[in-house]
């Protein structure tokens, strides 16, 4: 029996590389008749540096956020408005973010990028691998190239 997805998320670092996992998770909601959705997630900066730093953040942070924010909505105007269902910009930590959204848009499909690491980077982890932990659905590790 063959599985359809409803609605597949597409988890994006902007960088250029989410284009790939873009496309991707694009095609698969395009073949089951799903709807297509995106998410980015804006982590704090302060935890990003050890939750250490002396300065306050918060204008840092907004100018982040914003940017975030314009970067996605172009990602976003790349896709027809049919079947596409948000493009989710939310603060917080990947890993938990994305399976809270995921769980509240019902989506059936996670697709995330995978750098294949070796060594210290394998290490230190990945987004991919932490989201597909305790993942409320089926997550897609798209394999990118490699990092120089
Ligand atoms: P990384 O392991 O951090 O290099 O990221 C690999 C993949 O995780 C990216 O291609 C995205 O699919 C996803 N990812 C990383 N950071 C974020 C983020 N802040 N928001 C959404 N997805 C992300």
């Not at 960088?15 to 995106?38: K, P």
């Not at 294949?116 to 990945?126: I, V």
Request: aromatic share 4%; with cysteine; proline share 4%.
């Amino acid at each position: 029996m063959s599985h359809e997805y409803k609605h597949v998320l597409a988890a994006v670092d902007l960088t250029e590389e989410c284009n790939a996992v873009m496309d991707r998770a694009r095609e698969i909601a395009d073949r089951n008749g799903a709807t297509f959705s995106l998410v980015h997630i804006v982590e704090p900066m302060a935890m990003a540096f050890g939750g250490d730093v002396p300065m306050d953040l918060s204008q840092l942070q907004q100018q982040q956020f914003d940017q975030a924010k314009e970067k996605l909505a172009a990602l976003r105007a790349q896709y027809p408005a049919t079947r596409f269902g948000d493009a989710h910009l939310v603060y917080g930590q990947p890993r938990q973010e994305i399976h809270q959204l995921a769980t509240k848009e019902k989506c059936d499909l996670i697709v995330i990028g995978s750098h294949g690491r070796h060594g210290l980077a394998l290490l230190l982890g990945s987004t991919a691998n932490d989201v597909l932990h305790g993942a409320p659905c089926d997550v897609l590790a798209v394999r990118l190239k490699k990092p120089e």
